[in-house]
Nanobody
Framework: QVQLVESGGGSVQTGGSLRLSCAASGRTFSSYTMGWFRQAPGKEREFVAAIGGSAGSTYYEDSVKGRITISRDIAKKTVYLLMNSLKPEDTAVYYC???????????????????WGQGTQVTVSS
């Protein structure tokens, strides 16, 4: 079992920044992928970014490239999502997710992730 706890959400104005954190605990795996998804009211949960592999390779959804950066601190078992130039359309509940294993064939499907956090709300006002 893997437990994920997100933090760092909040309310900001358009153009502002937030850094989300996701702390993992429980079993340790040598190969895994960690990702961030978001779900806006009335919409499906969608992929945002992921990180995996020994080199910390990253993958982003096209609409967030250049504004959002995913990173990790392996020693702290924590993944971060730095979000800059936030827009009202970024308003959503942001979820951290854990997937056993990692390959260069990135997946953005929520069903491919094995464990989820409880989510943290991000609200961007105009």
């Amino acid at each position: 079992q893997v437990q994920l706890v997100e933090s760092g959400g909040g309310s900001v104005q358009t153009g502002g920044s937030l850094r989300l954190s996701c702390a993992a605990s429980g079993r340790t795996f040598s190969s895994y992928t960690m990702g961030w998804f978001r779900q806006a009211p009335g919409k499906e949960r969608e992929f945002v970014a992921a990180i995996g592999g020994s080199a910390g390779s990253t993958y982003y959804e096209d609409s967030v490239k250049g504004r959002i950066t995913i990173s990790r601190d392996i020693a702290k078992k924590t993944v971060y999502l730095l979000m800059n130039s936030l827009k009202p359309e970024d308003t959503a509940v942001y979820y951290c997710a854990f997937k056993l294993g990692w390959t260069t064939r990135w997946t953005t499907r929520r069903d491919d992730y094995d464990y989820w956090g409880q989510g943290t709300q991000v609200t961007v006002s105009s």
